[in-house]
């Protein structure tokens, strides 16, 4: 319980991210989370060391070919060097009888979350980011994805740069719930 009712996200993020074991741990905790029909409707697209340049490259081209200005442009450049791993979750949604596109973009983002989760379980730090170029057609085409892919979110990783005191929350999660 004090991990879920202390997590918070972490923005600024230094080396060292997860080392290899410590990855195998994040990604088999994704994969254990909800997934009706078995149909693992996501992929990861990891980028540590030289993968941050490659992201950095696709980051600025979608930039570019989105008509973003100079300065968006050399920003885009920049995101991935915030941490030392960030990690592309994509839902990658198929046709089922059974299985909404909805219910298997939200266990892709269950993914997510629990990658998030065991970061910070491991003592480090994480921020899940989406923004513009989570919907960017153009950012898909060039990792690759198909047109009923969809980016979740970008799961940045790595060692706090300052603990952040933990934040009270805004509201009791009964704020939220109504009972019938």
């Known amino acids: 319980m004090e991990l879920l009712l202390t997590?918070?996200?972490?923005?600024?993020?230094?080396?060292?991210?997860?080392d290899d074991?410590?990855?195998?741990?994040?990604?088999?905790a994704a994969v254990r989370v909800p997934d009706h029909g078995a149909l693992r409707?996501?992929?990861?697209?990891?980028a540590k060391e030289q993968?941050?340049?490659?992201?950095?490259d696709i980051l600025k081209a979608s930039a570019i070919a989105d008509g973003a200005d100079e300065s968006q442009i050399e920003k885009a450049a920049t995101l991935p060097f915030r941490a030392p791993m960030v990690i592309t979750v994509v839902a990658k949604c198929r046709p089922h009888?059974?299985?909404?596109?909805?219910?298997?973009?939200?266990?892709?983002?269950c993914a997510l979350m629990a990658m998030q989760q065991a970061v910070f379980a491991m003592g480090l730090g994480g921020i899940w980011r989406s923004g513009d170029y989570a919907?960017?057609?153009?950012?898909?085409?060039?990792?690759?994805l198909s047109d009923t892919d969809q980016i979740v979110g970008f799961l940045y990783l790595g060692t706090p740069v300052v603990q952040a005191?933990?934040?009270?929350?805004?509201?009791?999660?009964?704020?939220?719930?109504?009972f019938l």
């Open 97 to 109: 009888p059974r299985v909404p596109e909805l219910e298997q973009q939200l266990a892709a983002g």
């Open 41 to 46: 409707p996501w992929e990861f697209i990891i």
């Open 21 to 28: 074991t410590q990855l195998q741990q994040i990604l088999d």
């Open 135 to 144: 919907f960017s057609r153009e950012m898909h085409r060039r990792l690759g």
């Open 165 to 178: 005191p933990i934040k009270k929350a805004q509201h009791s999660g009964m704020d939220c719930a109504r």
């Open 7 to 18: 997590r918070q996200s972490c923005p600024r993020l230094q080396a060292p991210g997860p």
């Open 51 to 56: 993968g941050l340049q490659a992201l950095a």
